[in-house]
Nanobody, 116 residues
Framework: QVQLVESGGGFVQPGASLRLSCVAS????????MSWHRQAPGKERELVAS????????PIADSMKGRFTISRDNVKSTVYLQMNSLKPEDTAVYYCRAVRGASNYWGQGTQVTVSS
């Protein structure tokens, strides 16, 4: 059974940091590109960052550049999203995704709320 389980979200103040984790099971993690997406209330889901099977990452959106970093550990079947200098506009549900060809899996999401 394929599973992607996100964790690490929470309620933090502006300027704080969080590290999200997504643990995969039920498929060959190392063979899948992984990505993080987010969806804020009333908005469409957007790509945050993606990372290839060997660790190459794609550029992050300008609003998150310099603050967010994606990484993966193929031994632990886990993808991470390090988020620094969080802003209220980063408030959203964060989802991880695994893609390989026509195979496409999503996690259930973890809530991140940034507020003073």
């Amino acid at each position: 059974q394929v599973q992607l389980v996100e964790s690490g979200g929470g309620f933090v103040q502006p300027g704080a940091s969080l590290r999200l984790s997504c643990v995969a099971s039920g498929f060959t993690f190392s063979g899948y590109a992984m990505s993080w997406h987010r969806q804020a209330p009333g908005k469409e889901r957007e790509l945050v960052a993606s990372i290839g099977t060997r660790g190459s990452s794609t550029p992050i959106a300008d609003s998150m550049k310099g603050r967010f970093t994606i990484s993966r550990d193929n031994v632990k079947s886990t993808v991470y999203l390090q988020m620094n200098s969080l802003k209220p506009e980063d408030t959203a549900v964060y989802y991880c995704r695994a893609v390989r060809g026509a195979s496409n899996y999503w996690g259930q999401g973890t809530q991140v709320t940034v507020s003073s």
